[in-house]
């Protein structure tokens, strides 16, 4: 297992570093493609096997997260079309998720499935403030327009790597 710090995503860039490109405008659509693979792919997987309740209800929540983000980067990079209810929607149900994400993991429940670090609760003072980082960034984020949306999904990503660097398992 490598260093919660070091995400290495097979091109020697962390989630971080990727996320630091697209919030300073270069190469946005591959950037987005990356965030909604990532979004996207490894929570369905991760589910298969877990045993413990409250584990699998947190993995879920996350995945939920994930789901919402990948409809709002499917809009911003071009793949779907923007679509004003959709976007406030997939925003609202981010609002939603993101208020539950402390209660989620307040128990310091484990699973050999579960990628949530012990850190989490031996720091939670950190984590609960990057869950709150979470929640601000999806709260202000504008799905009024393509271009609301396109600029706060940096953010929204921004808040997302930081928690994960910090409290999930290097995959």
């Known amino acids: 297992m490598g260093s919660p710090q070091n995400r290495d995503l097979g091109s020697g860039r962390g989630f971080g570093t990727l996320i630091g490109i697209f919030s300073k405008g270069r190469d946005m659509k591959k950037t987005l493609a990356i965030m909604v ?3 996207g792919t490894g929570a369905a997987l991760a589910h298969t096997g877990v045993k413990n309740k409250t584990v699998l209800e947190r993995m879920d929540g996350m995945k939920a997260l994930a789901e919402q983000v990948k409809v709002l980067g499917d809009m911003a990079k071009g793949k779907t079309a923007y679509d004003a209810d959709r976007a406030a929607a997939a925003r609202t149900a981010l609002i939603e998720e993101a208020a539950k994400v402390t209660a989620e993991f307040e128990a310091p429940e484990t ?23 979470l929640e601000n960034a999806v709260a202000a984020l504008d799905t009024g327009s393509l271009d609301g949306v396109r600029a706060g999904l940096g953010a929204v990503g921004q808040s997302c790597s930081g928690c994960h660097e910090d409290y999930r398992l290097d995959k």
């Open 37 to 39: 693979v990532l979004a």
């Open 111 to 133: 699973d050999p499935k579960s990628e949530a670090l012990p850190v989490i609760w031996s720091d939670w003072d950190g984590f609960v403030s990057d869950a709150r980082a």
